[in-house]
């Protein structure tokens, strides 16, 4: 699997969002390495739904963080809005900031305990000085009733009195309020209870419509960004494996680590009995990962070939690219 | 990564003595009043001259630190200086008055750990009950007393008014020769009876303070899923707490015991003047008195000695107890 | 917290404070003995034994209760300077340091490390031993120059306390995703510690605030009880160190001070303990 | 085949701060020897509170309990402590959500696994030994010498829980409960340990109760189903039976909402409006009337008891799904 390349790279004048060859390593000691992410390409195409998935420790957190500079990068290159951020200064990077925004994994610890909701659903405008404080108290109830939160009701009251699906709804609100480009979802819906799951996803689906957003989903369920991306990129160990239309993946996916995550996924219906394909063992470390290509140890189909060489990313047709020496028919 | 960690710890470590006595070099060095003034009292510019080079007291700080340091580790614990000035080594006061302290701040974290052990696991099993609120909250009003205020009142009740034990001194636990000769107390009768009053003003307070820390542990480790995991194969209540619940909460209470020995020398200073110890503490206070201040520099790097060899033995030790302590400190 | 929610026992703690720091501030206006006029008298009067001395005099005839009253001040304004100007030395240093991490953190980990090396009380000794010295012992240090030297010695011995604490307590806030949101949105960082991270590591530093006054105290006593404290004024500690000698003739003269300070530490002790369970159960809660 | 548990009108309630929570509230269960049973419900639905009563291990003050439990012809709800104790480990066990905590972190993997052998079983250290290699053979460890000698940190997710699967059947108990043994899993790691469950499950012809929050993992792993609901079984069948004759709305609801890798995209998902009721503030009528698409006024006012269909189903509501009235 898991390899480089850019084949799946489309027209650069048209992409929001392009990521050459990003690589993000960070020592746990001098002679520890953590590999989180080697070599990764993508690009969002205005509009479109971007979804990474994978596995824990595959890297795809690092990847959304490093990608908004929140973590630093090694090597590599983030071009948005016209700029390389791995080149941007601290203070450039920031006055970038209002168009890329980011929803985190735990709604909870990812607001403030001491503020009320209407205070950090205004805190962006704030920082940013956006239109006087009237302007910013309507444009906040605005927000609130746009994600289905009565801003007269709950308005006053802290975060920590919400329950997560709520909590959840308020930073969406938040990373709203300064209208972005391009709003980056890290696993938003995976501390939720699947009814609410589905409630949140419907309203990301909602919000982006209304604000024309360019947005990656990332998740490690993929039963989850199905109904909602455009393309979905798989990664493991830090590489990409597969870049496809939602459909195809899920109808025939070309990598066999693809292939064993759609199978691996419960299906609550017993009369399908699913073409189960049990991986063996679990993945190796991110800090001395197998050579070639990351997936070869528990691949079915491995040769030498998997040993020596890295897959590069080729087209499979249908936009769909995959980097193994030996995909699926 | 395992080879590194460590010997960043010990650098760090390293850097604590070096830094602590610096520090108490350059005070020494910024005293509102010159040490050459007050242990050089020869008037004669000559020898004057030479008497505060002997001293190094013409170096500056630096060179003057380096100069004690160099000495330091070559065995050389500096002097009590005496006008004239004569020279006593310090590390003559050492040896005669560490081992007493080191006695008594054994015996006290001994029996303080004896008591807080059983109380501690006893009042979180029954976290709740009138057990518990007994314990902890006469504990809290214990560990709240500072020692020398036991110390006082025990010499004065147990010591002077009910005469139990004698109310102050010290005496060897075995008998020299010299000591017979001149009819010196000593042997363990002697010396226990003497040590009581000073190791229970010390332990009290700390036995209240381990209770309440191993307290706080096992009730969190007593909400952990292994814990209801080992009851749920049947095990008794008992072979729980003391096989499963025990170790994993002892962290905190075994790391901090070894790291209050540092602090122990302190509070022993104040308990061995209340009851004439002749320990280091007493000594310290004693130098401080006397303004024997390379004395104090040299007590004061044997603390941060001890200090650095504790933390290096609870980083050693804490892996043994429980092995997640080495993933936890990254 | 509400007065009204508290336990008796933490009522009680607060309203001793609340009258040790009444006479604080208004001790020295209350018509009382001042603490260096002794009645020739009533000397070694025993507790509750005349209503002029109500908690008795010792032996030397100085009268018990106005010493304990006009002690406060001295005591308390020690314990509360240094623990005021410690803490926002300390907190500054260990917030920045933990906030910003990486080679500034260990250069302040070190330095706490090695004033925690020395233990409280020996340092404290060793400082005011060192500064507050005449080239002639027999010359007395004035008042104002040992207190200021008693005030800056347990300044020192707070600063790795408190800090500490506030670096502890930054760097389990700063892994919040809130501080990384706070971030993405463009916040500058001087601006999240103002924000974001003060006013939630305040309430550790409150809770641990108030048991550092509790060490102090205790650490005033033993320097006055080991000879360097304030020899001619009233603190509490220098109460106990001059009547140390008076035991066996008027044994309650010990005891009036001594609790009087412990009954001091301990209700410091409960506040700051009652603080840090709240602050636990509210922990809990996120 | 014999029952092997049964539960009859169960009620639990803890003490909080807010008020009497009622956890579970009047539960009937019935377990067969060698069966296997999933218990289905989001958090809060009293799925976990259910299991770990069933074997009487809330032991804290502030829980309560009424009802009866009874376990291999045993009322261990009058029983002492000592007698319920002897029934666990040899007669159920449990497994647990997160294999991190719940193995202890301090003990290596072999004093934990022969522990509960040489206690119970009276087994000398060699013997314990043996088994305990066998164990962990059983649940496909590679190297069990090895792991004997490990910590739980030094193991990986997945490991750590086929150790955990092997401390609870270490003496052989007739009736393991798994509670959301999967949940802390990467999916790839769950089929794995799924399918164990089930070979084991079959090989040792033990019985199962599979606590989840997730139906499709129930799905393909048991034989019958109950659905949990604010702390009430509100519907009960044979898997097959449920999935396909869905009677309340509330798992029709639950179904739906979960996006499905078996079908097309539609895009929008289906999803329940609303949250859990408070569980301090029971309702008079139906717990699920306010989030219930087809609500009446009937169900804001009577609470449903229990009905049963001829072929076992049992469901919760006025109005089942697919019943003419």
Redesign the interface.
Known sequence: MAGTGKAHLRDASKSVLRVEDLVVEFALSKKTIVKAVSGISLDLIEGETLSVVGESGCGKSTLGKAILQLIPTTSGSVVFGGSDLTKLDKDAVRNLRPKMQMIFQDPISSLDPRFTVKQLVAEPLEIWSRGSSDERAFKVDDLLNSVGIDPTIAGDRKAYEFSGGQCQRISIARSLALEPTLLICDEPVSALDVSIQAQILNLLQDMKERYGLTMMFISHDLSVVKAISTRILVMYLGKVCEIATPDSLYDSPKHHYTHALVGSVPIPDPTKKVNQVLLEGEPPSTVDPPSGCRFRTRCPAATELCATEEPQLREMGGGNFVACHHPRA | MKSTAPLQRLVQLLLVVVGSTFFVSILIRLLPVGLEDIYVVNPDPVGRAKEISDLGLDLNPFAFYFRWLSGFFRGDFGSYVYPGPTLEPVSEHITRTLPVTLQLIVYVQIVALAFAIPLGLVSAYKVGTRVDRVISNGLFIFSSVPSFVIALLLAFYIGVQLGWVPPLGYAPPFCSAEDIDSATACGFGEHFKLMVLPVVSLSIPLIASYTRLLRTDVIATLREDFVTMAASKGLSNRRILWTHVFRPSSITLFTSAALNMGALVGGALVIETIFSIPGIGFEIALAIGSRQYFALQAYIAIIAFGYVFFNVLVDLTVGLIDPRAKERRK | MKFKQMGI?SKACVVWLGLVMFFVVFGQFIPLPKPTDFDIEAMGVGLFDSWKHPLGTDSNGYDLLSNAILGARPSMLISLVSVFIGGIIGSTLGIIAAYKRGKLD?IV???F??????????LG???V???A???D?NIEVPTSRRVFVIVLSLTIVIVPILGRIARGATLSWSN???V?????????DS?IIIK?IV??VLPAIYAVGFLAI?VVI?VE??LS????GIVDGVSWGSM?ARV?GD??FA?HS??VP?TI??LT??AC??LG?VLRSRLDS?EG?? | MSSLLSLKNLHITFDTPRGQLAAVRGVDLELLAGESLGVVGESGSGKTVLSRASMGLLTMSTAHRTGTVIFDGQDLSTAPRDTVRSTWGTGMAMIFQDPMTALNPVRRIGSQLTEGLRVRLGMSKKEARGRAIELLKLVRIPDPEKALRKFPNQLSGGMRQRVMISIALACNPKLLFADEPTTALDVTVQAQILQLLSDLRKELNMSMVLVTHDLGVVAGHTDKIAVMYAGEVVEYGETKELFANVRMPYTEALLNSIPRLDQKSSGRMTVIEGRLPDPTKPEPGCAFASRCPYVQDKCRTEHPELQQSENGHQFRCHFPLGVAK
Not at chain 3, 113 to 122: A, D, E, G, M, W
Not at chain 3, 225 to 228: D, N, S
């Open positions: 026992f260990y980990n070190t330095v490390n090695i004033v925690l090396s020395i233990p409280n009380l020996v000794l060793a400082l031993a060192v500064l010295t005449n080239p012992p919040r995703e809130f990384v949101a706070a971030r993405s949105m463009g916040m500058k601006k974001h006013p939630n509790g205790v006593g033993s009880l080991l000879g360097v106990i140390r035991l066996e044994p010990m005891l001594v300070l412990a530490v301990i002790n409960q303990d509210r809660r996120l």
